[in-house]
RNA sequence: GGCCCCAUCGUCUAACGGUUAGGACAUCAGAUUCUCAAUCUGGCAAUACGGGUUCGAUUCCCGUUGGGGUCACCA
């Protein structure tokens, strides 16, 4: 391609304005000064909107590799995709990221700032950057114009895929590769948009081989993809392409982590690289988080049919954070859920993550029933003074009736509050702070009277006569002494019990049904439903302490 | 379809070529002076299949099957 064709091609990618040169650039990027070993590691979301539970996993990951080798973990926003970008995203993804405790050490901060001498972060910001490069391989003849449309390509797809041929812009499907420089210039003067495409040297006959960080050693065909570095619209920024290895290079990056769904495109990247003179990058690729669909089957935890695939679910049903970020470190590392037995109380960075045990795993499935149970376990060892505060903070935004009653009587709240915590076994029946108001709305007048009848009340009364219902709260309060102690209030139950037909010993009821209307444990699930409206609640005897007599008997009779 | 990755209980996983194939979550049963998801005890439960190599294979090799990823001017 002559110099005056190229000279045309920058003119129109630049817009006419000056261009630095590479030397340039990189002079404003000098290599950094770390100790030995220190990974430089960067997460790289888009601003779409939605945060995956993967990208959490993998933040993660970056964040404890930088920090465990005295080395910087960069928050890079990569919005080269205007069409995607959301409003609001950037902060969002900001915001998010630091509930989890993985704010950056570079670039983008959870108040919106940003930060380091390696900017800019954004990759919007940057594109004239991308253009010095761009530039650079079209000078070099390691680039071209491709003025393809869509259908054409689409077309030539669909002509591959008649002959059984691989898909792709490559060999003699590259329509705009091997043009001359009348035709270039042709369509240049006809107006016609064009992609900057990659003159790939590659072939896919031949072989080559990295090194993964995580997979070991690849051993994969060439690339040999005519793949756009810029895009044809007028914003002229670059494909992820061209912009991972501009910026992983200037940035000083020392490994790529990043999902697995990139490894087929590693090839490329490393090509590019060579393309462009620079060192190739060191590349860890993390699996990819899945569930189990309806159809049977893994797959990808995809952003429509699974909630919880969003982390804004996570912060909607208020998980305790720390403790979903325990269960994706336990899936990261095996052995992390025996150290996170022996140091429960250890901050979560203390724990030696090794990329090396993520070999083996392979698309783990989320499985929320252990996410809840490292929740319970987190809530239950948390002070009793960390859990009100969370509790009120989740009602006070998401429950105000709830809040205004705790309020009303902050005592007797904190009494309600302390119920069965703290000691050797703590109660583990709040897995998230959204579960405030089913564990303690009964505890409130207000709440109790007004609420529509808690289904497991409803539930009950088809099951047990209401007549039967009077009558065993009637004999429990003849016997019912609110100032006797825990052992004479069971007596007393067990008295009211007998005298209303139920049996006390599980054996002669087991032996004489019949004779009996059922045992002590039915008559308490009577009582204990008709005083909180629920089946399962810490044991009577603290609970009707806790309401006092008033609201025993209220509730009762 | 091409290319790549992967294959141990339902799930996440552990096991220098020699283990009664271990743990965690889930599940089931029993225990705990009333419920319970808490606690304790116990149970069920896996090396995808077929060939090699080897005294010996979950482990190494090959094939089959199965799953996942990817083939965009999306990242």
Redesign the pocket.
Known sequence: MSEETKQRIIELLSGGAEVSTRSAVEYRYPARELPEGAEVTRF???PTGFVHIGAIFTAMICKRLAGQTNGVYILRI????K??EVEGARELIAEQLAAFNLQADEGLQADGTISGEYGPYV?SDRRDIYLTYAIDLLERGRAYP?????EE?QEA?KDQ?AK?L????YGEWALWRDRTDEEVLQALDAGK???LRFRSEGS?QK?MQFDDAI??Q????END?D??L????ESR?????L??VVDDFLMGATIITR???????TPLHIELAQALGIKTFKYAHT??I?I??AEG????LSKRKDPEADVAYWHKAAYPLKAVKAYLL??????F??WY?ENPDADLDEFEFSLD???????????M??V???A??EI?RMSQEHFNKEILAWCELHDKTLFDEMMADPEYTKAVLAI?RGG??????VAKWS?AP??FRYYYDFIFDSSVMPKAQCDFVEEVDLNEQSDVCEAFMKNYDHSAD??TW??N??KSAESAGYALD?KELKENPDKFKG???????I??VKLTG?????????IMQILGEVRVKNRLS
């Open positions: 790289c979301p888009s990569e919005d080269t995709d069409k995607r990759q491709c003025f393809a449309s869509m390509l797809v895929q059984k691989r898909p792709g812009y948009k064009f992609v896919h072989r997979k070991g690849m051993e994969v065909p993809l793949v756009p810029i895009k044809s619209d920024l670059p494909t992820y392409h912009a991972h999902g697995e769904e990139w490894l087929p495109s699996p990819v899945s189990v669909g089957g893994k797959r990808k336990g899936l990261a590392n095996s052995n859920e025996d037995k045990k993520l070999k083996t795993s392979r698309s783990p499935l989320l499985d029933k252990k809840e149970d490292y319970k376990d239950a069965e050797d076994k703590p109660r583990k029946d579960d089913e564990q825990k052992d069971f007596e139950m067990k599980r045992g002590l444990a039915d008559f308490a699930k009582i204990r629920k089946t399962r609640t810490p044991d009577l005897y603290t």
